[in-house]
């Protein structure tokens, strides 16, 4: 539908542009004759004759061969027929021809890549240097001696850098099939280094050229190129290593207040984290035309919901267990269940939709080997954001020097006037609140389902222990550098072998040190 309406608006525009073509550019009579004629051979030097004219309907005539909507009458009339409607092509009015008298005026595949090649020439002397730097890039497989020619007569002129780059790459790649092996060479040279596809696609042959000066010079450069795709491969790796941790501190950085601080095992930690999923997907629901903003007023209502379930948690259940490790676990295992059926019952056992924002999607490119996913990208962005502000509360706020002072010495700092039974309820208010806001992200990230927490509990304890416990500089060391290591051994160890792998390693390291590798003096949450 959407090419029919581009190739009628492109035709609306021949009445205007009809008054400004002269006799001279008119190119209707010169191409009639070889329509007409309807052999491969004579629709090709239409397609040249059409592209090479200055007639300014020449892209209009271009798309409509292209889209299969340019019919031809006996009479000579050149129409478009799309939409039941016919229009004459030259003039653009409404023809009353009966429609059976047309005769589609067909192209081969070998024409409509001539076509598809003529429209990009066009596009490079579009207004828009994005546009042309598209046309140019989906014309460097396909340069030949006569597009070099034009595009060094475009490269004069050219103001836009990418486009220029564009541009003396294609004359790069043209230059290495020239007849002067000095030329081969120099165009050789230049490429070096060079990320994109095409060059490694058109260097690769010449590295077995008879002449072993070429030879040797194409795998000079060829092996430059590939130094450096290596390269940017690990940096990849890193990025998704970083993004991996970032994504197992968000799930543990909750779980080292509620585990580190208060001494609680809550295996209910991953239930939270999915409500605050959850509470993603119902505000999306309510909003539907705002999914852009959507995240953002997910955060604060994650945050709520998930704080409010984590103090009601601890008032009914936790506050009657401290001290009792083993009963707590069992508890909040309860609770966990209860959690997880209560989102099957109400909600739906299948997983469900949560979409990206618009801003959330897509990637940066660095280069044509290296791009990084805006997604994951803002995830290590708020990551750190995340960490920052729980830093700041525990470390500036009276509550945070509340919780210090109760997890260090519960008698004394009760002696000075502190409710500890009420900093007991927002520390764990505190905690779940976070892991809502984890859940928030793992929404951009993975499906929305019942058993979501499940995938993440294991993995925050692991963080919380390899770092030290109630450590928050160790929770955010660990995270990101068990990320960075699981993503290390997935390519020869394989996802499952790398996770058994680095939990071996972390039994290993906890015989070693016990208390992590951030050790502290009693239970502190921010020192």
Known sequence: MMKHLLTLFLFSLLSITNAQATQENDVLPTILPLLQENTV??????????????????????????????????????????????????????????????????????????????????????????????????????????????????????TDSKVKAALQLGLDLADLNATEKSTRLQAIQLLAGNLAPEVRKRLQPLTTDSDPDIAQAAQRSLKQINDQIKLYSYAETLFFGLSLG???????????????????INMAHGELMMLGAYTTYFIQQLLPNFIDYSLILAIPAAFIVSGLMGILIERTVIRHLY???????????????????????????????????????????????????????????????VFTLLFMVLRKTNLGLQVRAVSQNRAMARAMGV?????????????????????????????????????????????????????LWGTLVAGLSLGVVNKLLEPWAGAVLAKILVLIFIILFIQKRPRGLFPQKGRAAGD
């Not at 309820?425 to 951009?444: D, E, N």
């Open 419 to 471: 409710r500890s039974a009420r900093v007991d309820a927002l520390t764990f208010g505190l905690g779940s609140g976070i892991a809502g806001v984890a859940g928030v992200a793992l929404s951009q990230l993975t499906n929305v389902g019942p058993n979501l927490g499940q995938s993440y509990i294991i993995d925050s304890f692991m963080v919380v222990v390899f770092g030290g416990v109630g450590n």
């Open 41 to 158: 051979a004579s629709k090709q030097q239409a397609i040249n004759t059409i592209a090479t004219s200055s007639d300014p309907r020449k892209a209009a005539y271009l798309q409509a061969l292209l889209a299969g909507e340019l019919y031809l009458h006996p009479d000579g009339t050149l129409a478009l027929i799309t939409n039941n409607q016919a229009l004459d092509a030259k003039t653009t009015e409404a023809l009353q021809l009966p429609d059976t008298e047309f005769k589609k005026i067909t192209t081969t595949n070998n024409l409509r890549s001539q076509l598809r090649k003529a429209l990009e020439q066009l596009n490079m002397t579009d207004p828009d240097p994005k546009v042309r730097l598209q046309a140019a890039t989906n014309l460097l497989s396909t340069i030949t001696p006569e597009i070099a020619q034009y595009w060094r007569q475009l490269l004069g002129t050219e």
């Open 323 to 385: 001290g009792r490790p083993l009963e707590t676990l069992l508890a909040t295992f309860g609770i966990s269940l209860i959690l997880q059926q209560l989102v099957r019952t109400v909600v739906s056992p299948q997983n469900v939709p949560v979409a990206n924002p618009s801003w959330m999607s897509g990637s940066l490119e660095i280069n044509s080997v290296l791009s990084l996913t805006y997604n994951r990208l803002y995830i290590v962005i708020f990551c750190l954001i």
């Open 246 to 264: 970032s994504v197992l501190v968000l799930a543990a950085i909750g779980l080292a207040i509620t585990f580190g601080v208060m001494g609680v």
